[in-house]
């Protein structure tokens, strides 16, 4: 059967973000995530007044290409209400990952807050893998911003990205 074809009883999850950009940590979850639904939609969320490295476009392009090799994952991306969103495409589960006790604040908040909005939407944690549990996006760019090297922490395709994005503002600002 065809997993992306509507039906009732196949599970959908939203996995949200700004992945600006896409980490490895994020990759390892969207694999891992894509074992447990039979569509994982990755989001991104567009918010440009967030000012981010990369325009949505790009980010999606970013997404898109390192989420290729799983055929049951999907990108699209939101803006606004991310409950509204999940429901629109009939998911029923927010994918989230939990690198330290740290981020448990913050996601614990959201998940309640979600579920006030839509209780039948779930939220699942994910243990990220130990491997890539001190990588985030904004620390990715900053060592890569002060002549770091961030090879194993991101997709070859994101690094050169960021090579060629930081090389512009460089220029621009020289
Ligand atoms: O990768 P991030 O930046 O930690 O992802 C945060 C994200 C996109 C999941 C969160 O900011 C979000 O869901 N934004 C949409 C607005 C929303 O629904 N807010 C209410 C829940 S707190």
């Not at 940590?25 to 039979?38: E, M």
């Amino acid at each position: 059967m065809n997993s992306r074809l509507p039906c009732e009883s196949s599970r959908i999850a939203i996995y949200p973000g700004s992945f600006d950009p896409i980490t490895n940590g994020h990759l390892d979850l969207i694999q891992r995530g894509s074992r447990l639904f039979d569509r994982l939609i990755v989001s991104i969320l567009r918010n440009e007044s967030k000012e981010p490295l990369f325009s949505a476009a790009e980010r999606i392009e970013m997404v898109r290409e390192a989420a290729a090799p799983y055929s049951n994952v999907e990108v699209d991306s939101f803006d606004g209400l991310l409950v509204e969103h999940a429901g629109d495409h009939a998911a029923t589960a927010i994918l989230r990952g939990i690198r330290a006790i740290s981020d448990y604040e913050y996601e614990l908040q959201m998940a309640l807050m979600n579920r006030r909005l839509r209780p039948e939407i779930e939220t699942l944690f994910m243990m990220s893998n130990e491997a890539y549990s001190f990588i985030s996006s904004r620390m990715v760019k900053e060592v890569f911003s002060l002549g770091g090297n961030i090879s194993g922490l991101v997709p070859p395709p994101v690094e050169a990205r960021m090579r060629e994005r930081f090389s512009k503002i460089k220029h621009k600002g020289a």
